[in-house]
């Protein structure tokens, strides 16, 4: 651990005065992970293959989808374990919202990983009863928001895009808040991951986005000027979003179209876990319903769907999510996954401007 162990010796060897930097680390932390999940693929895609883990396709759903059937998933233990890793040898792992953001990791993680075994592994097509899985989302959002709530130096005053005035307290409702900014982020990118690369695009574009943001966030200069809520601690959290870059790029070289591996909800309810954390931590959670409007959108359009056609007995779209009814309106997978891209990057690049313009 460069920072642990040689940043100690910095009066003996000034060079290791370096690891100081939340950005050198933060660069060094998504190059680490991105070559980790490079190297480790091949082995996990050849021990995948053996015990037969392979993704199980709807039938109702597009017809080019059915020669996806048996492609190595749960790939986003490739994520989690290069994140982790980067984050042990590159993070101040002392500061608290490193140890929470490892911890929601690890335990959406979980829920993930046990969702995948039982459609994988047990050949059980529902997986995880849908009540079990949300419940255990609840648990796992619910201890993270508590844990947020009781750090001493966090505030539940929420910041509010575009309104340098507007600052409402929550008190003890913003546990609540956070319990559903988490599991909905949670869930939202978990519905997203239906096409070759269409989940961790995004993803990677809305870490780089908080990347920025926690960092000025924890940055008392650049807080002071920005006129957003300076957050004591939180500039270190810009290596964990570092590390999830690096290893959300390595994933995506075997994930982009035609994709050699899936992520599997491992993955993706682990890194919606994760990203609402984020932007807890930040006191941009408001921002995240912009910055992360690809998710958001592809959840509303599921839960319209439903409503329309409990309430209605008619479907708005085609199918549910979003990405599926595109589809089959004659969109090629690879057109809806780059111009999904395009929107969450012109997404992000918005979000931003609302740092200045206050």
Same mark, same amino acid.
């Given at each position: ?216 966030? !924890?940055?008392? =200069? #650049?807080?002071?000027?920005? @006129?957003?809520? %300076?957050? $004591?601690?939180? /500039? ?76 209605? !007995?008619?479907? =708005? #779209?085609?199918?549910?999510? @979003?990405?599926? %009814?595109? $589809?089959?309106? /004659? ?28």
């Amino acid at each position: 651990m460069p920072y642990h162990w040689l940043y100690q010796f910095h009066d003996v060897v000034p060079a290791f005065n370096v690891f100081r930097y939340i950005t050198v680390r933060t660069i060094y932390a998504a190059l680490t992970a991105m070559i980790l999940s490079l190297l480790i693929e091949k082995r996990l895609t050849a021990w995948l293959k053996r015990y037969q883990i392979g993704q199980m396709i709807r039938e109702d759903g597009p017809r080019s989808h059915l020669n996806k059937s048996g492609t190595p998933t749960m790939g986003g233990l490739m994520i989690l374990v290069a994140t982790l890793t980067a984050m042990f040898i590159w993070a101040d792992l002392t500061n608290d919202y490193v140890r929470l953001l490892i911890f929601t990791m690890i335990l959406f993680g979980a829920i993930g990983f046990w969702d995948d075994y039982l459609k994988c592994v047990k050949k059980n097509a529902k997986g995880l009863p849908s009540r079990h899985k949300f419940g255990l989302q609840l648990f796992a959002a619910t201890l993270a928001a508590i844990g947020l709530y009781r750090s001493p130096a966090y505030s539940t005053v929420l910041s509010v895009p575009f309104f340098k005035n507007v600052h409402p307290d929550m008190g003890l409702w913003y546990i609540p808040f956070a319990i559903f900014v988490i599991v909905g982020a949670s869930n939202a990118v978990n519905l997203t991951d239906g096409l070759d690369g269409l989940a961790i695009g995004p993803i990677v574009i809305v870490f780089a986005t908080y990347m920025i943001i926690t960092y000025v966030t !924890g940055h008392q =200069v #650049f807080s002071k000027y920005l @006129l957003i809520p %300076h957050i $004591e601690g939180a /500039g270190e959290v810009a290596v964990f979003c570092g590390a999830v870059v690096g290893a959300g790029l390595g994933f995506l070289w075997f994930n982009a179209y035609p994709a050699s591996l899936f992520m599997g909800d491992v993955g993706s309810l682990s890194l919606g876990g994760v990203l609402g954390v984020v932007a807890l931590i930040s006191k941009h959670e408001i921002l995240l319903a912009w910055v992360g409007g690809v998710f958001v959108v592809e959840a509303l359009s599921v839960m319209i769907q439903v409503a329309s056609f409990k309430s209605r !007995g008619k479907r =708005v #779209f085609l199918m549910a999510p @979003l990405h599926h %009814h595109f $589809e089959l309106k /004659g969109w090629a997978e690879p057109k809806v996954i780059v111009r999904f891209w395009i929107v969450s990057f012109v997404l992000a690049m918005i979000g931003l401007s609302t740092l200045k313009l206050r």
